[in-house]
């Protein structure tokens, strides 16, 4: 939410609110840094990254259980989960999709359906109806590979190729089919309005209720193949604009052929729905599922495998009474339950030894700030410590922590040992000080504070564990990117006219064409300045980055000139220049994402964050499938990924060139001009 003159709140340069992150460093020194935080009182803004201005834990501690899980007015019009007993059902996990070598040579291949089915999210709710991802199996036709809800996992091997055939058979009347009339109707605080000079276009064409495209999140991937919104296809054969398809001889109007690359190095990447203007309201239906990279030389680092990696795909959700699947976010941030595997309040026996947790915060809106608690008597402190050993784009230094805040779309790879717990403990998965929008206004949204359960109630098996103490392994890390002095910078302005309307990036409505063209193989820092009250996750379609600074921003003076420019004409000189604007030195990333390969970042409030990208490069042909790679000139999106806000216009197409190239560029591939 941006600060705009007209909405009333103090101009002022914001003082800084500091949360402690507890690190222990791998020698184990502990130390304590800083996360950044933003508190909105009594109608004044205290800001991120500057002096000290802190809520006392009390207070929020307060706040917390002021907001406890089912709690709220009887008459209250926004659903609200009934009360559910915690830690009765285990969790579950996601079946492996089987591929199908001899489809394609030289590639593994997958066939995919969307489909609505039934899901059980919890002991005491009844079956809801969701949508998921279905893999045929090819050693049974009849025995499709999924739950209903989510999608099977892919595992897949470095530098071997997969191809997939997603197939739509969804209803053509949404699971939230007033969200789409709301929108379709021009509620503004849903459908996306473009700034001026620029004209309002609906996002979706007027007998559309459900399309569907799928985005292989992080992955380095043909335009064509990459699923962005424009290559939506419906379960009736519509298309929209930029939709695309390898091999079109085999496939029907409902269906689209992507291609993938494997190229990158040993991660957890996932796959989710991206359609054009309702991809909040799909993958909140369950349309997503993970995408693992394996890299055959992991096997001698000594990591747990097998039943000891376990995934741990982290949502939010409201039920109706009657276990149904309620969408809330329309009329306030948040949902009020968690959601771990498709599971409410799940819990896993495990046994006395090292696991590794794969995480995937795969929420709408929610940021989660996590760290796993034990009972008072078992450790001198309260939490128990963890190994970050990997982030989005895969293996980092291993660095032992307490907590660690996670934003939408972000992956954590880590080291649990539960090996000096007593039989019979009980350890919680909590989340705290993460309100919804992070860092929000405490009572904006519910309050999530139990996630998950782990009991130490497995023997050990095996004899002993043999995996490597953390602190000993030796892991394939990201080498740091170091700008040069002429780096090329791209600036991106999170844009809002006026409190709750409608962000783009610079002003910008997505359906214009694209502005910015990026030479191939051209190294780049991509400036987020962000005057807004909240923190948003951007994610950059194609490439891996590392995030090089943050600098607190005199945020209402930006705000005030950026408008005056804007209803001057836009004249490029005129722009506000960025460094008159700054109010501190640069700050280094935060420790969990210093020297890691990411995809998705937080650009925090108040703030100007800085990402480098090291190489433009494009993906090749895959399998000898005619047209599978990637051609100059070629478009790709970013965006935020908070899915409300991306679906509201905070996203913009930006296209590769080569020398002779000069603009142009859709939003689906480099296939033709766009709007």
């Known amino acids: 939410m941006a600060l705009p003159e007209r909405t009333g709140m103090l101009h002022q340069r914001s003082e800084a609110a500091l949360y402690p992150l507890d690190v222990t460093w791998g020698d184990g020194r502990l130390e304590t840094m800083f996360g950044r935080r933003k508190f909105l009182m009594a109608g004044a803004t205290v800001?991120?990254?500057?002096?000290?201005?802190?809520?006392?834990?009390?207070?929020?501690?307060?706040?917390?259980?002021?907001?406890?899980?089912?709690?709220?007015?009887?008459?209250?019009?926004?659903?609200?989960?009934?009360?559910?007993?915690?830690?009765?059902?285990?969790?579950?996990?996601p079946m492996t999709a089987i591929p199908d070598p001899s489809v394609y040579p030289g590639a593994d291949y997958y066939d995919i359906t969307m489909r609505q089915g039934s899901w059980r999210f919890h002991r005491d709710l009844g079956p809801a109806t969701v949508w998921g991802y279905w893999a045929a199996n090819p050693h049974d036709p009849r025995k499709a590979i999924g739950m209903g809800y989510l999608g099977p996992t892919l595992n897949v091997t470095k530098d071997r190729p997969t191809v997939v055939k997603y197939r739509n058979e969804l209803p053509t009347t949404h699971l939230f089919q007033f969200v789409i009339d709301r929108i379709r109707n021009g509620d503004?605080?849903?459908?996306?309005?473009?700034?001026?000079?620029?004209?309002?276009?609906?996002?979706?064409?007027?007998?559309?209720?459900?399309?569907?495209?799928?985005h292989q999140h992080g992955g380095f991937t043909a335009p064509q193949s990459d699923g962005m919104p424009l290559q939506s296809f419906s379960p009736d054969g519509f298309h929209a604009e930029s939709y695309t398809t390898l091999d079109p001889s085999r496939v029907?109007?409902?269906?689209?052929?992507?291609?993938?690359?494997?190229?990158?190095?040993?991660?957890?990447?996932?796959?989710?729905d991206h359609g054009m203007g309702m991809t909040s309201v799909n993958v909140y239906a369950g349309l997503a599922g993970l995408?693992?990279?394996?890299?055959?030389?992991?096997?001698?680092?000594?990591?747990?495998?097998?039943?000891?990696?376990?995934?741990?795909?982290?949502?939010?959700?409201?039920?109706?009474r009657d276990g149904s699947l309620a969408y809330t976010m329309a009329d306030r941030e948040g949902e009020d339950t968690p959601v771990v595997n498709g599971k409410a309040y799940p819990f896993l026996a495990v046994e006395p030894r090292r696991y590794r947790l794969r995480i995937l915060n795969a929420?709408?809106?929610?940021?989660?700030?996590?760290?796993?608690?034990?009972?008072?008597?078992?450790?001198?402190?309260?939490?128990?410590?963890f190994w970050l050993i990997g982030t989005d784009g895969g293996f980092r230094a291993p660095l032992q922590m307490l907590n660690f805040l996670i934003s939408p779309a972000e992956r954590y790879d880590l080291i649990v040992d539960f090996s000096q717990m007593p039989m019979g403990t009980n350890i919680t998965l909590t989340n705290y000080h993460a309100p919804v929008h992070y860092p929000g206004m405490p009572g904006m949204g519910p309050v999530i504070s139990e996630i998950m359960q782990f009991r130490v109630t497995k023997p050990l098996s095996g004899g002993a564990d043999r995996t490597t103490p953390p602190k000993k392994l030796q892991l394939p890390t990201a080498a740091p990117l170091v700008p040069k002095p002429h780096t090329r910078r791209r600036e991106w302005v999170t844009y809002q006219h006026k409190l709750f309307g409608t962000m783009t990036f610079n002003a910008v409505p997505f359906m214009e064409p694209s502005q910015d063209f990026i030479k191939a193989g051209s190294t780049e820092i991509w400036e987020y300045i962000n005057p807004n009250h909240d923190a948003h996750p951007m994610h950059v379609h194609l490439v891996n980055f590392q995030v090089l600074n943050r600098q607190p921003i005199d945020a209402a003076a930006y705000q005030a000139d950026y408008e005056k420019w804007l209803d001057g004409g836009r004249k490029p000189e005129d722009r506000p220049v960025l460094a008159n604007y700054l109010t501190g030195p640069p700050i280094p990333p935060?420790?969990?994402?210093?020297?890691?390969?990411?995809?998705?970042?937080?650009?925090?409030?108040?703030?100007?964050?800085?990402?480098?990208?090291?190489?433009?490069?494009?993906?090749?042909?895959?399998a000898s499938i005619p047209g599978s790679g990637a051609e100059l000139p070629a478009t790709y999106v970013h965006h935020c990924h908070i899915l409300e806000h991306e679906d509201d216009d905070l996203m913009r197409p930006w296209t590769i060139v080569g020398d002779g190239d000069h603009g142009g560029g859709d939003h689906g591939g480099g296939h033709?001009?766009?709007?």
């Not at 201005?53 to 002021?66: F, H, I, N, T, Y």
């Not at 029907?252 to 996932?270: F, V």
Request: hydrophobic share 35%.
């Open 363 to 385: 929420s709408n809106e929610r940021f989660w700030r996590l760290r796993f608690d034990v009972p008072r008597d078992v450790l001198p402190q309260p939490t128990l410590p």
């Open 188 to 214: 503004a605080q849903l459908a996306p309005t473009a700034p001026a000079p620029y004209k309002s276009k609906p996002p979706f064409p007027s007998h559309i209720n459900v399309w569907n495209v799928v």
């Open 672 to 675: 033709g001009h766009g709007h």
């Open 291 to 320: 995408y693992l990279v394996r890299d055959p030389a992991d096997e001698r680092l000594g990591l747990p495998r097998g039943e000891f990696e376990v995934p741990l795909i982290l949502q939010d959700r409201t039920f109706h």
């Open 47 to 93: 800001g991120a990254m500057g002096g000290a201005a802190m809520l006392s834990r009390g207070v929020l501690e307060a706040q917390d259980a002021s907001q406890a899980h089912g709690t709220g007015s009887a008459d209250s019009p926004v659903p609200q989960t009934p009360p559910l007993e915690r830690y009765v059902d285990p969790l579950p996990t």
């Open 590 to 622: 935060d420790p969990d994402e210093a020297l890691s390969d990411k995809d998705t970042f937080k650009s925090y409030p108040e703030t100007v964050t800085r990402i480098i990208i090291q190489e433009f490069g494009l993906p090749g042909t895959i």
């Open 252 to 272: 029907k109007p409902n269906e689209a052929i992507s291609g993938y690359t494997n190229h990158e190095r040993s991660c957890m990447l996932w796959y989710h």
